[in-house]
């Protein structure tokens, strides 16, 4: 039997009269590739924020590789093992792209580059393993800026794996990208899930990137778990095409 390495219970988290989750119970197993969908305003980006820390639920519970993470501030939860990349940024535009990924490598390895003393060897070899993963390496002297969109979306998530995490958050991983931009990254994304065992969690408003890469897809809507199966089980379900998937013209 799978082992499951995330568990909410009774998730709730509301605003003013706005019900962002309501009573959600989800669970992925250790090693999943899935997909959250739904329309805008569903409790997409609030669900992510829930499980980072950076909301607090009104009630529920969040269970993390067997220790109950809930309420649990966002910098403990990222040291757990739950990274985030794609929907908020991590870059420091000015500095350049080895020096962004190894200040995240610094932070997990509760360092800093401290004024009286940079440690300069610290984290390189982290740096450059995390950096020739996401196929950086050459361009790691360049300034974070000036890198083309696709390339912005393969540093965050090299930043996202300097913090070593076992459970990878992906908000919207291919938005504004080019269709080959798009493939790259997903088959970054599926060669970490594959070869390396990392458990990943993604939103996406493209449903061909979804249907393509997602063993199993939970579809949100007001805040509530509406359907939850393969992406062929999604694809045809009558329930999935009038909430969400009709609007798109499958």
Known sequence: MTQKILGVTGLNKHF?????????????????????????GAGKSTFFNLLTGYFQPDSGTIVFNGADVT???????????????????????????FENVRTAVHAEMGRSLGIFGRADRIGIDETEKALELCGLLDKGAMTAGELSQGDKKKLELAIALAGKPKLLLLDEPTAGMSLEETQATMALVDRLNADFGLTVLFTEHDMSVVFDHARKVTLLHRGEIIMRGTPDEVRASETAQKIYLGELHL
Request: glycine share 12%; aromatic share 8%; no cysteine.
């Open 71 to 97: 309420g649990w501030a966002p910098h403990r939860i990222a040291k757990a093992g739950i990274s985030r990349a794609f929907q908020i940024s991590n870059i420091f535009h000015r500095m350049n792209v």
């Open 16 to 40: 003013g009269g706005v019900k962002a989750t309501h009573d959600v119970d989800f669970e992925i197993a250790r090693g999943a590739k899935e997909a959250i969908i739904g329309p805008n």
